[in-house]
């Protein structure tokens, strides 16, 4: 399986990518995030997801882990296929989409195009729980610290406050990366400054 794949920046679209890497060009469909995050860069590196079909091979690529853990979160919803869910992120960010699962929002969910009431509904049923467990997010980095059991509490305290889990995932790692020898309460102080 390839996780993902790093070289030369050969065209990019809106819509797809062509990565060059030893002499091979590999077209990639991507959402208007990853392009975003590639617009300007002669070098990337790009994660995949290898959809593989009967018909069709294609690669859909993101220019982060997370943004990735999104769209699997995503195409795992009966009726949400890989195109509809790279639409997803092409019209709200990953965020955006995660705090309109776990609010409910069906109305922000209903304005992508593509998506209609029963699919809204659908989505918010099956991932709403996954969401706010911190599943669709890539947070492996955290646990990585040195301050282990002070990160740990960390994020058990700002849920508790009100914060979804992927959101304190993604303030507590950016602490982290500045402050890699934070204690307990400057890694609470600083991910309330970031939430």
Do not use: C, W
């Amino acid at each position: 399986m390839i996780d993902y794949i790093k070289g030369s920046v050969e065209t990019l679209s809106p819509t797809e990518v062509t990565i060059e890497t030893y002499g091979i060009g590999y077209r990639i469909l991507i959402s208007l995030q990853t392009y975003e995050g590639l617009n300007g860069q002669k070098e990337a590196k790009v994660y995949i997801h290898h959809y593989l079909r009967e018909d069709e091979e294609l690669y859909y690529g993101f220019a982060t882990k997370d943004e990735r853990e999104l769209f699997r979160l995503l195409i795992g919803v009966s009726g949400i296929g890989a195109s509809t869910a790279r639409m997803m992120l092409s019209s709200l960010t990953a965020e955006e989409i995660r705090n309109a699962i776990v609010a409910e929002d069906i109305n922000k969910i209903k304005s992508i195009k593509g998506i209609g009431l029963k699919s809204a509904q659908r989505l918010i049923l099956e991932l709403k729980d996954k969401v706010v467990k911190g599943e669709g997010t890539e947070s492996t980095s955290i646990f990585a610290s040195t301050t282990n059991t002070a990160t740990e509490e960390a994020v058990t305290a700002l849920v508790m406050l009100g914060f979804t889990k992927a959101n304190v995932n993604k303030a507590v790692t950016a602490v982290l990366k500045e402050n890699p020898a934070a204690t307990l309460e400057e890694i609470i102080k600083l991910s309330l400054k970031r939430l």
